[in-house]
């Protein structure tokens, strides 16, 4: 340890701080702050958004409340610890204004944004968990990447006849058709229907539905973080977990 209250490299001399490597690198605002700023967000049942933040912690700009939310929901979400198995219900569904019920998922003039919905659930008890991702379109070779992407092999997928997802079982997984039926309003996939409507919800309650498309991303991070940590009875634990995952995050600069 330097005098500097930094640690000096055994092998190329440089003193490097102790959030090296992490999330919290290349920021000016106190750990404290930060702490502080972890405890609100995981305390808060719909979270906060960067205005309250900006208050709570005196923060001289919207701008680095805006950051701090940012970077903690780059953080929410791990793929190899968020993976999900067993039986998953798979949707899509599209963010933004409603959509005709006529127009179908490959409509050029429809240009919402299309979500992939995944539900893990069990039939036993109601412990269930997401991943929510955006997808560029509906075809097989996009929705099937998405899906070895956040759904562990071998494990039974539940969709609608959808023929993007006829490969499935060539992928490895267990594939069971539901609903045959495509179209919107014919619902036989409870979980992910609930998931979107909550989505929704959460945007509009919590950010007024002001939510940017080039950081939606960020958002439906933070709504799978809490939705899969809702069963946390002690705000400790949360926040314990959120912490967990900023100092094993890289750097982000791009925010």
Not at 239 to 251: V, Y
Request: charged share 30%; proline share 1%; net charge positive.
């Amino acid at each position: 340890m330097s005098g500097r209250k930094m640690y000096l490299c055994a092998l190329c001399r440089r003193h490097v701080s102790v959030t090296a490597g992490t999330i919290f690198q290349g920021n000016k605002i106190p750990l404290r702050k930060w702490f502080r700023a972890i405890w609100l967000v995981t305390n808060q049942k719909n979270g906060i958004n960067a205005k309250e933040l900006q208050m709570n912690l005196r923060l001289a700009s919207y701008k680095s409340a805006w950051m701090v939310l940012g970077k903690m929901r780059k953080a929410m979400v791990r793929e190899k610890e968020d993976i999900l198995s067993g039986k998953v219900e798979v949707d899509e569904v599209y963010f933004g204004k409603r959509r005709s019920r006529q127009k179908s998922r490959s409509c050029e003039e429809d240009r919402n944004i299309l979500i992939m919905v995944m539900v893990q659930f069990s039939d036993v008890t109601r412990h269930r968990r997401i991943r929510l991702l955006r997808v560029d379109d509906a075809s097989a070779e996009t929705l099937e990447k998405v899906i070895k992407k956040a759904v562990k092999e071998k494990s039974e997928i539940q969709t609608d006849g959808l023929g993007s997802y006829k490969r499935l079982e060539n992928l490895g997984y267990i594939h069971k058709v539901i609903r045959e039926r495509t179209a919107v309003g014919y619902d036989l996939l409870p979980y992910c229907n609930r998931i979107s409507v909550n989505l929704k919800k959460w945007l509009t309650d919590v950010y007024r539905g002001n939510v940017s498309n080039e950081h939606l991303d960020y958002y439906l991070d933070e709504f799978t973080f809490r939705y899969n940590h809702r069963f946390s009875r002690y705000g400790g634990k949360l926040f314990h977990s959120l912490l967990w995952r900023l100092a094993n995050t890289n750097p982000v600069n791009n925010l």
